[in-house]
C-alpha cells in the first residue's frame, strides 16, 4: 500500500485517493509534523495514535500499525508542498477542517511549539485551503481538549 501512495504522491496529476490511501496520507502528514522539530517524542507518537483511533475508529493496535506505516511513508514521501496539494485534492473540505485540528494537537500534545512546527503549521492550512480564521478556531479547539484531557 504505501509504494502504491508513493506513486500517487510523486505523480504530476495523481489519481483520487481510496479511503485507505487518504487515511495513511492524513496520518503521514501527522507523523511529519510531528517529527518536524526532530525531537519525535511519545507525546506526539502517543497524541497520533489517539487521533487515529479516534478518526477512524480504530483498536489501539490497529491505530498504532497505522502511525508505524505512516511513519514509513512520511520518510519517502515527496516534499511537502506536494504531499498536502495531494491531500488536498483527495479530501473533502470538512475532513482538512478536521485535520488541521488534529494537526494542532499534535503540535501541542508535548507542550512546547518549535520554530519548525510553527513554519509547518503557516503552510499546511494554506495549502489544504483553510483559511486563517478557520486554522486559528482549529488551533484553539485543539487546546481546549488538550486542556480538559489533562484537567
Known amino acids: 500500500m504505501i509504494r502504491s501512495l508513493l506513486a500517487k504522491l510523486t505523480q504530476p496529476a495523481p489519481d483520487p485517493f481510496d479511503d485507505a490511501d487518504a487515511r495513511l496520507a492524513i496520518a503521514a502528514l501527522l507523523v511529519r509534523l510531528a517529527r518536524s522539530d526532530h525531537q519525535y517524542e511519545t507525546a506526539e507518537t502517543d497524541a497520533i495514535t489517539h487521533i487515529l483511533s479516534q478518526r477512524y475508529g480504530l483498536s489501539q493496535d490497529d491505530a498504532i500499525e497505522l502511525r508505524r506505516e505512516a511513519e514509513l511513508l512520511e520518510e519517502a514521501a515527496p516534499d511537502t508542498v506536494r504531499f498536502t496539494n ?66
Open 86 to 151: 495531494t491531500v488536498k485534492e483527495a479530501v473533502p473540505l470538512e475532513d482538512r477542517l478536521s485535520v488541521v485540528e488534529a494537526a494542532w494537537s499534535v503540535v501541542l500534545a508535548d507542550g512546547t511549539r518549535s520554530v519548525e512546527e510553527d513554519a509547518l503549521m503557516r503552510m499546511i492550512p494554506r495549502f489544504l485551503g483553510i483559511t486563517d480564521l478557520e486554522n486559528n478556531h482549529a488551533r484553539l479547539r485543539a487546546a481546549e481538549l488538550i486542556e480538559a484531557d489533562r484537567a
